[in-house]
């Protein structure tokens, strides 16, 4: 439903993204990028288990750099292409 999902973003807010942030230590968690300011500028959250499967949560979140973010995005795409054996 577009209200839900519109919910979805605006729920969203800075003080997640920041509780995100400093629980990974303002770094990707894949190759430790700190951003571009060092204290997490640039850095992106990507959700563990995709919308609108998983919550909104800052448990559901890791902070990736945008190399990595859209990694992340392109293996969950090929993993949800493959066929069921
Ligand atoms: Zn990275």
Redesign the pocket.
């Known amino acids: 439903m577009t209200d839900r999902s519109y919910r979805y973003k605006a729920s969203w807010r800075g003080r997640d993204r920041q509780a995100m942030l400093r629980r990974d230590g303002y770094q990707?968690?894949?190759?430790?990028?700190t951003g571009q300011d060092g204290k997490g500028k640039g850095l992106m959250r990507a959700h563990v288990i995709p919308a609108p499967y998983g919550p909104n949560t800052v448990e559901n979140t890791v902070t990736?750099?945008?190399?990595?973010?859209a990694q992340f995005d392109a293996q969950r795409r090929r993993l949800e292409r493959r066929p069921r054996a």
Do not use: E, F, K, N
């Not at 990707?28 to 990028?33: F, M, P, R, Y």
């Not at 990736?64 to 973010?69: A, E, I, K, M, Q």
């Open positions: 990707c968690q894949v190759c430790g990028w990736l750099c945008p190399t990595h973010h």
